[in-house]
């Protein structure tokens, strides 16, 4: 563990550099009236800190930068989150105001988080592949067309449109939409192709005229993509970050962005609650000049996705750690309290 001093020192040092990304020198330190030690004090505990890695000397200055071993110790022992009414607000107004649609919350939170922290944000919507039929609904339109509107139990809305056969009975449809209701909720989304062609065609045969087409139909509008979405806000974030100024690591970086299948494995692997990973922690090898830190949410303690924002490694842990933790409660509070009600 550090002294007062040295914590003292190494905190402000890290503040600092987040805030200017100057590196830091004991002259400016010992004008800071929060220290009120001597310029020689100062130097020797930044002496130390360097000797236990948790500072760096530039090429460029005489002042000292964190190491990702510095950033690391910050995380652990010395930040906190700081609940800020502002953000917190536009947090709960934006879930609130659209919580009708899971998939529309989430690419909202993606676009205001990037917007309230200035980094790239990317939030990994659910998986359907364990979910399940949860609500069917069939509107009719016009006397040809009609919108499916499909439930699961991740909190996924799905609206389908297609075509009422011609000379069909608007009560047969009424027939079809309670067999439908009978025989699909409840039942995975991976397993609803097969129930489909046994139970229900099955009904459909015996108790629908002209059923045959009305089942191509609803064949084509009870389809799931089984695999999660990816929701980026603030993809140009990085190019205000002044460690961000060579092209090629620009390349690497929207290169990296548009691999969605690596982005996926990488954020369904971190594991619940506050993870933060510095540098070279970074399992994805176009990322280890990056800070990560994820959070995720939740519905009926089961994990639907994840929530990450990627910077640099002079980011702000503090405001990100709050923020996410905020948008992970809320989201996660929102859900159980909207999908209970449609038990």
């Known amino acids: 563990m550090l002294t007062d001093r040295q914590l003292l020192i190494l905190q402000t040092i890290i503040d600092d550099f987040i805030a200017t990304a100057y590196p830091i020198g004991s002259r400016a330190l010992s004008k800071n009236k929060s220290i009120n030690l001597s310029a020689a004090t100062i130097r020797n505990v930044m002496a130390d800190l360097e000797e236990m890695e948790l500072l760096e000397k530039t090429h460029?200055?005489?002042?000292?930068?964190?190491?990702?071993?510095?950033?690391?110790?910050?995380?652990?022992?010395?930040?906190?989150?700081?609940?800020?009414?502002?953000?917190?607000?536009?947090?709960?107004?934006?879930?609130?105001?659209?919580?009708?649609e899971l998939e529309q919350v989430v690419q909202l939170s993606a676009e205001v988080l990037s917007q309230l922290t200035n980094y790239t944000a990317i939030i990994l919507g659910p998986n359907e592949v364990d979910a399940t039929l949860k609500q069917i609904q069939i509107i009719t339109l016009t006397s040809q067309t009609a919108v499916a509107i499909l439930v699961t139990s991740t909190g996924h809305v799905e609206h389908k449109s297609f075509s009422i056969p011609k000379g069909m009975d608007i009560r047969e449809l009424e027939k079809m939409v309670n067999i439908l209701n009978d025989r699909l909720i409840g039942v995975p989304i991976m397993q609803l192709p097969y129930t489909l062609q046994t139970e229900v065609y099955e009904l459909m045969k015996k108790h629908i005229k002209d059923f045959e087409l009305m089942y191509e139909y609803i064949q084509s509008v009870i389809r799931y993509d089984e695999q999660a979405k990816l929701y980026v806000g603030g993809q140009s974030n990085i190019l205000m970050q002044p460690e961000f100024k060579d092209v090629d690591k620009i390349y690497e970086f929207y290169s990296m962005l548009e691999n969605e299948a690596e982005i996926i494995k990488l954020l369904a692997s971190h594991e619940d609650g506050i993870q933060v990973t510095i540098g070279n922690e970074n399992k994805m090898e176009a990322i280890k000049n990056f800070s990560l830190i994820t959070s995720s949410?939740?519905?009926?303690?089961?994990?639907?996705?994840?929530?990450?924002?990627?910077?640099?490694?002079?980011?702000?842990?503090?405001?990100?750690?709050?923020?996410?933790?905020?948008?992970?409660?809320?989201?996660?509070?929102i859900l159980y309290v909207t999908y209970k009600q449609m038990k």
Do not use: C, W
């Not at 000292?64 to 652990?76: H, L, Q």
């Open 297 to 333: 949410y939740k519905l009926g303690g089961n994990q639907l996705g994840t929530i990450a924002l990627l910077g640099p490694t002079r980011m702000e842990y503090r405001k990100v750690i709050t923020i996410l933790q905020a948008l992970s409660n809320e989201m996660t509070d």
């Open 60 to 100: 460029s200055s005489s002042g000292r930068i964190p190491s990702e071993k510095g950033y690391r110790y910050y995380v652990d022992h010395v930040i906190s989150p700081t609940f800020k009414g502002k953000e917190i607000n536009i947090i709960k107004h934006i879930i609130q105001d659209n919580m009708v």
